[in-house]
């Protein structure tokens, strides 16, 4: 009962002080919004790394031709290498036993038509196990199989963007587009891929939304490259069985192609699992300086409850007083003050949350920048408001229950 009473007490002391007690909140709620909106883009920054790098494949090990100039090309074919080849494909699937897969694949760029429709196109020859290691699955159709590369059929399958860009209303199945000066039938469309935007090599502006993928042993028969010294395959994309084993396994690969290539650098090599890492490391360090910023807006919140609740102990002083005489407890005032600090905090807390969401959802509705927010984070920053409330409302409230009632009374 005593508890319920320094409750409705407390609650009385806040309202008889609307203004104060609503300027001492802000220093709370803008805390907790901070922290809230700064997860979110950490959540949502993570969200992203992961269908980035699930779109490479963190098992994966990837070789990529490197990006030379006609001079250097010619130079390295002088020195007996030939680039990128499907023998080399061959040879490392022949060697290396922690290898599931290969996939091979050509590229070019060009254009694509359909009727008045046309679109800048990366052309991207594959073979039937491209889809197994990337996961690829269509969004309309069907995907290429390894029937089309025996054959050498002239069927494609679009990119999101290339999609809309040459069928905005119509639908693309069974339609034929004109690539380059050949035709191909669609059998399928892809549904959006997340953009690679750091620089990896050959991958830093590659948008895969606005590729064409066809059969390689019909890309390598009718397209030819502007280079004549241009090497056969532009990248292989490797599965391995375990990514423990994806350094050691890149190893041996380099020195496989390194033979075969005479020791021409002539190819990079990517992990996407050792990236991920990294840009994991990053992120916590991102987080960590962000929620640094955040607590502090929270810190500077506590000294305010701590300075208004001194203030208000300095003019309540004569209403302590009073209590004590009636027979008020010590601890019984302690309580009052730690709960009007507490509640300061929580309601500080509460709205700190609401406005933290609506930070959240405006960021990513007018930044582009996608966010994410997670139980934990609510539920982290409330009770650190909590907690703020319970440390800061402590001082003030143990120096209410000190004071003597005689000298309480005897306060102007």
Not at 12 to 27: A, E, N
Not at 72 to 90: H, Q, T
Not at 325 to 343: D, R, T
Request: glycine share 6%; proline share 2%; net charge negative.
């Amino acid at each position: 009962m005593q508890m319920k009473e320094n409750f409705l007490i407390s609650i009385d002391g806040l309202k008889q002080h609307k203004l104060r007690s609503s300027l001492t909140m802000l220093g709370i709620i803008f805390g907790v919004a901070a922290v809230i909106a700064m997860l979110s883009i950490g959540e949502g920054a993570k969200k992203e790394a992961l269908e980035k790098f699930k779109v490479l494949g963190v098992n994966n090990v990837i070789v990529r031709e490197k990006a030379l100039t006609d001079t250097e090309i010619e130079e390295v074919r002088a020195k007996f290498s030939k680039g990128l080849s499907l023998s080399d494909a061959d040879a490392v699937m022949e060697i290396v036993p922690t290898l599931e897969e290969v996939a091979p694949q050509a590229e070019i760029e060009t254009e694509a038509k359909y009727e008045d429709n046309s679109s800048k196109i990366t052309l991207v020859g594959i073979t039937s196990t491209f889809s197994s290691i990337l996961n690829y699955e269509t969004k309309l159709g069907s995907f290429l199989n390894e029937e089309h590369h025996k054959k050498e059929l002239r069927v494609c399958v679009l990119g999101s963007e290339t999609a809309k860009s040459l069928f905005p209303v119509e639908d693309p199945i069974g339609k034929k587009v004109k690539i380059d000066d050949q035709w191909f039938e669609v059998i399928g469309t892809l549904g959006s891929k997340a953009l690679f935007t750091e620089t990896v090599g050959e991958l830093a502006a590659r948008n895969l939304n606005n590729d064409i993928y066809i059969p390689l042993s019909s890309m390598l028969r009718r397209f030819n490259k502007e280079n004549q010294f241009a090497s056969q395959i532009d990248q292989l994309t490797i599965k391995v069985s375990e990514s423990e084993d994806l350094v050691e396994t890149a190893s041996i690969i380099r020195r496989i192609l390194s033979r075969r290539h005479h020791n021409n650098d002539d190819f990079d090599i990517v992990i996407p699992y050792e990236l991920l890492k990294q840009e994991e490391r990053e992120r916590q360090i991102y987080n960590m300086v962000l929620s640094s910023i955040a607590a502090i807006s929270l810190l500077v919140g506590g000294i305010g409850i701590m300075n208004i609740m001194l203030a208000s102990v300095l003019e309540r002083t004569r209403e302590i007083g009073i209590r004590r005489a009636v027979g008020a407890k010590s601890k019984e005032i302690l309580y009052q003050f730690m709960f009007e600090s507490v509640e300061l905090s929580l309601i500080g807390g509460f709205a700190g949350v609401i406005l933290g969401v609506m930070m959240s959802r405006f960021v990513s509705g007018f930044a582009e920048f996608v966010t994410v927010i997670t139980p934990i984070s609510i539920v982290l920053a409330f009770g650190i408001s909590a907690v703020v409330g319970i440390v800061f409302g402590t001082f003030p409230a143990r120096r209410a229950a000190s004071i003597s009632p005689i000298d309480a009374l005897r306060y102007e």
